[in-house]
């Protein structure tokens, strides 16, 4: 409690205090004339030197920047803490997005291969019955071959066939 408050509770005191117009008191009360009371009072916040006023008002000043200051430190770590939380969302949603942008790359490369295979069975079956076809057409030429040298041997007129 600041001195200026004491005074003000002494005065509060006083004002509420009874008035004694009797020459005696009761036992274990002390009785002041109430003009010389708040006399007293008057010189002691008269007496009080202005540093004590100005240091009084200087710590109420400290104690309000010290208010806003705390005030303040809570909007800055409220804000930090909220930026944290995005960026850890932000990372998140980083995160997911690498994660499902490796799995698109893994099915990708699935079905590559599996195109990649498709093309080289089709490919392989193509060659197979190119080969096939090949293969006949040269057995018809080479037996169109022998029975040309066989006839030329003999001497027979080529047949149509």
Known sequence: ?????????????????????????????????????????DKIRASIPQ????????????????????????????????????????????????ERAAETVRQAQVEAQSIRDEANNWAREVMARLEDYTSRVLATVQKSRRLMDERMRTGQPAEEE
Do not use: C
């Open 1 to 41: 409690m600041d001195i200026f408050q004491v005074i003000d509770e002494l005065e509060r005191l006083g004002d509420k205090g009874d008035r004694w117009w009797r020459f005696y008191s009761l036992p274990g009360e002390t009785v002041l004339p109430a003009e010389q009371f708040f006399d007293l009072t």
């Open 51 to 98: 540093e004590v006023s100005t240091a009084d008002q200087i710590t109420r000043e400290r104690d309000k920047i010290l208010a806003e200051a705390h005030e303040e430190r809570n909007k800055i770590i409220n804000a930090a803490r909220e930026q944290a939380a995005l960026l850890v969302s932000n990372d998140r949603v980083v995160q997911e997005a690498q």
